[in-house]
Structure formats: structure tokens, C-alpha cells
């Protein structure tokens, strides 16, 4: 999901930074002479919020990376601010033209997706990484926490991921220590059978073709083929929420 800010809290983080920077640039002159300056009370009140700036302009700028904004420089005791006033300025402009903008541009209308409006199992355990830029991981962390899920939800705590998967979903009648989650419904209708079915295809398809290339690849996943990933869990997370437990009691 893409990040959003406040426009005018926005504005405010980068009418502070632009103000600050360019007095720190001007150092008491009434010219600027140079793209950087010493370093010194005016620069630490910027490396204090020079985070939240960063943060600020990335999300306005819709950026991958924004570099650090105040940059020491290898001789003396300088500090370069030029490159980070120049992005602040145009993210301060973004800002101040993107009502005008939307109105002689549009864009497309196709359907958007809230990450948090995902499985909450799914995108609890998946936030903390995620807002990190660690997709990859948050997807392995989502599938870990379903797994756990239908673990603690069938007690079959001696099989993981696909394996469980196939045991949980089987179309095979429930036996003694091996329960099995159901979709509901008649046993001879069409679509309950198509469901059930589906199911244990899908979610043993989830964690051969996501969570393990999660868990053992070298290759991180795009921001957009991860958030993909964690819609696929979602639909499995939302399924077993609907599933009934069917268990067989041992003989007395």
C-alpha cells in the first residue's frame, strides 16, 4: 500500500527544513556562497528532524530511497545541505500544485488496496516489517503466523506449512488426531465440494510457491509482488475463518 501524509502537517516539516537550511547555508551573510556550511547548533537542530523530513519527502515524492539530507563532507568540519533544500523545495512545491495538477490530469480509476484492510492475522504480523521495506520477510512472517494459526486451531503442532495443509484440508473423513477443517455446507453440493477442493489445492499451493521461496530465497521481493503475496494469505486467512472443525473423539 502506498504511503500517505497530512498535506498540511507535510508542509509545515518542509517550511521548517527549507527555512533552517537555507539560514544555516547563509550562516549569518546576507548572500549564500556556498552549498554547504560548518557544522554547528544551526545543523543539529536539522539532523533532529532531518528523519522526519526525509520520511516527509520520500512519500510526497513517492521515492524509492531519499539520502540523507544533511551530508558531512570528508575535509574540515562541513556539512552539504544543498541537495536535500533542493528536494525539500520540491516537495514543498508537489504539494502546492497537486490539487491544481489533478484537475488537467487524471489517472487511472482502476480499484485500490489498504494493506491494513487485509486479514488482520495477515497484516498484524506482517506491518512492523513491511513499514522496515523488508517485504520479503513480512511475507515469510504472514505465512509463519497462519501456519501457527491452523496449528493451534487443529493441535496438529507435528506438521507445518504443506504438509499441514494437506492433512488439515484432506477429503478424507476425520479420524482420531486428525481433524479437518470443512468448508460449510451440504456435502453433496457442488460448490461445497468445489471449495473444499479448491482449498487444498490452494492452500499447499500458498506455502510451496510463497512461503518458501520467502523463507529460503536470495531474490527480495518488489514492494508490489510481496503486498500481491500477502492478499494471496489473506483469502486463505479469511477461508479458515469460515471453516468448521471436524474431529473424532478415541474410543472410551
Known amino acids: 500500500m502506498a504511503q500517505q501524509v497530512e498535506s498540511e502537517w507535510a508542509k509545515q516539516v518542509l517550511e521548517w527544513w527549507i527555512e533552517h537550511a537555507d539560514a544555516a547555508l547563509l550562516d549569518g ?7 554547504f556550511c560548518s557544522s554547528g547548533p544551526a545543523t543539529d537542530k536539522l539532523l533532529a528532524r532531518e528523519l522526519q523530513t526525509r520520511r516527509v519527502i520520500k512519500v510526497v ?11 558531512p563532507l570528508s575535509q574540515h568540519n562541513f556539512v552539504e545541505l544543498q541537495t536535500g533544500l533542493d528536494l525539500a523545495r ?5 504539494l502546492a500544485t497537486a490539487a491544481e495538477t489533478a484537475q488537467y490530469i487524471t489517472g487511472s480509476s482502476a480499484p485500490t488496496m489498504a494493506a491494513d484492510s487485509l486479514h488482520p492475522l495477515i497484516w498484524d504480523s506482517a506491518a512492523r516489517l513491511w513499514s ?23 493441535g496438529r503442532r507435528d506438521l507445518s506449512d504443506s504438509a499441514l495443509m494437506a492433512q488439515v484440508f484432506s477429503l478424507n473423513p476425520a ?3 486428525k481433524p479437518r477443517l470443512r468448508w460449510p455446507g451440504d456435502d453433496v453440493d457442488l460448490t ?18 510463497i512461503r518458501n ?9 518488489t514492494a508490489q509482488e510481496a503486498l500481491e503475496q500477502l492478499a ?5 486467512a479469511r477461508w479458515v475463518d469460515h471453516c468448521e472443525l471436524i474431529e473424532v473423539s478415541p474410543v472410551a
Do not use: I, Y
Open 192 to 209: 461445497v465440494k468445489a471449495m473444499r477442493s479448491g482449498m487444498l489445492q490452494f492452500s499447499q499451493g500458498c506455502f510451496m510457491a
Open 232 to 236: 494471496v494469505l489473506s483469502t486463505l
Open 61 to 71: 515524492l513517492k521515492l524509492a530511497k531519499v539520502d540523507a539530507l544533511v551530508r
Open 175 to 177: 479420524e482420531v488426531g
Open 90 to 94: 520540491r516537495a514543498l512545491g508537489h
Open 213 to 221: 521461496p520467502a523463507t529460503h530465497g536470495t531474490n527480495e521481493a
Open 29 to 35: 551573510r546576507t548572500s549564500r556562497e556556498h552549498a
Open 132 to 154: 522496515d521495506e523488508h517485504h520479503g520477510a513480512a511475507v515469510q512472517r504472514a505465512a509463519t503466523f497462519l501456519n501457527a494459526h491452523v496449528q493451534d486451531l487443529t
